[in-house]
């Protein structure tokens, strides 16, 4: 890989260190100043940080990306290859000086990097497996209880895309699978003991999952951990 790509994302990694902690230093003092019941505003926020976060890592790499093609085109790219830093050390007092502490993590950090990356990217698609599975082994059409709940449900909720519902054996709560074909299922021996009114409660509640996105929100949540699991606020 080209050097200039490699220093980029080591200047995205490191510099996120900062960056990733000013982003929850602002989603803490937004949350902390919103009242408990302002769900949705708390929501957003939250999001938002986890954009932010995701964001900035990019902006940072073209960053770095456009200022090493700027040294390339006057001449610096030997200095750049070589020092893998935009920082030229120029004196011999410099070189016996004690190394800067990024300095003494570069050789560890792509590769640490790397396989933090592959280990995460295999629990995520390890999950991505099990789920769909799910949607597929041991389910059944529901129950008529359940499918009159639904409709009541889509229409107290005004949600007018199709939604799917099936029960299964595998699952000990109710849950949303898919993004394009959002399938919803429910544990086959729920229904016991529950009233008409409480089993629409609780597909009101999974529509209210599926028109909020949430599914989406969970992989950009996933992808965002992913790349950038080194960092404590992005789990937080």
Not at 81 to 102: G, I, K, N, R, Y
Not at 142 to 158: C, G, I, K
């Amino acid at each position: 890989m080209d050097a200039r790509y490699l220093h980029a994302l080591e200047q995205a990694l490191l510099g996120f260190l900062w960056q990733g902690a000013v982003v929850a230093l602002a989603v803490a003092g937004i949350l902390s100043l919103t009242p408990q019941r302002a769900a949705r505003t708390r929501y957003a926020t939250a999001c938002l940080g986890m954009v932010a976060m995701a964001v900035l890592p990019v902006v940072t790499f073209l960053t770095a990306l456009a200022e090493a093609s700027r040294a390339v085109t006057f001449g610096a790219f030997e200095s750049l290859t070589q020092s893998s830093m935009l920082t030229v050390v120029t004196t011999e007092t410099a070189f016996l000086a004690d190394p800067h502490w990024t300095e003494v993590l570069r050789p560890w950090l792509l590769p640490a990097w790397c396989c933090g990356v592959l280990l995460l990217s295999a629990r995520t698609v390890a999950a991505w497996i099990i789920t769909h599975r799910m949607a597929r082994q041991e389910t059944q059409a529901p129950s008529a209880p359940w499918r009159e709940a639904l409709t009541r449900a889509l229409r107290h909720v005004r949600l007018s895309r199709p939604v799917r519902l099936l029960a299964s054996a595998r699952v000990d709560v109710p849950m949303v699978i898919g993004l394009w074909r959002p399938l919803i299922l429910v544990p086959a021996g729920a229904i016991t003991g529950l009233s008409a009114a409480q089993l629409e409660a609780i597909l009101a509640h999974e529509l209210g999952h599926i028109r909020r996105h949430d599914y989406v929100v969970n992989l950009l949540q996933s992808f965002v951990e992913t790349l950038l699991f080194y960092h404590p606020a992005v789990w937080w």
